[in-house]
Nanobody, 129 residues
Framework: QVQLVESGGGLVQSGDSLRLSCVLSGRSLSSHAVGWFRQTPGKEREFVSAIVGSASRTYYAVSVKGRFQISRENAGNTMFLQMNTLKPEDSAVYYC??????????????????????WGQGTQVTVSS
């Protein structure tokens, strides 16, 4: 049984910072890739950031590069998304995700939602002008 729970969302102003956290229960994050997606009404879930591969390489969407930072604490089964210089365009429900690093993997890249095995319930981030 693997579960992910996000927290840290809220209402902030443009230029503010916010840190999201996600806790995994059931298995260690050391055996999983981890990532963050976001979704706004009427749109599909959008890739934000991820840590993938045996070398734990970090990836970011162009829209958040230089402003957001992803991190992982395997021992505590916790992942984070530090969001700086927030913009109204960043407003969305943010979801953390995890993917197994063993067994049969889907033939898609980490930017595709089908890559990921587990999802959190989402946390709302709203950035006012």
């Amino acid at each position: 049984q693997v579960q992910l729970v996000e927290s840290g969302g809220g209402l902030v102003q443009s230029g503010d910072s916010l840190r999201l956290s996600c806790v995994l229960s059931g298995r260690s994050l050391s055996s999983h890739a981890v990532g963050w997606f976001r979704q706004t009404p009427g749109k599909e879930r959008e890739f934000v950031s991820a840590i993938v591969g045996s070398a734990s390489r970090t990836y970011y969407a162009v829209s958040v590069k230089g402003r957001f930072q992803i991190s992982r604490e395997n021992a505590g089964n916790t992942m984070f998304l530090q969001m700086n210089t927030l913009k109204p365009e960043d407003s969305a429900v943010y979801y953390c995700a995890a993917a197994r690093l063993w067994g049969d993997r889907p033939a898609v890249e980490h930017t595709d939602v089908r890559f990921w095995d587990y999802w959190g319930q989402g946390t709302q981030v709203t950035v006012s002008s």
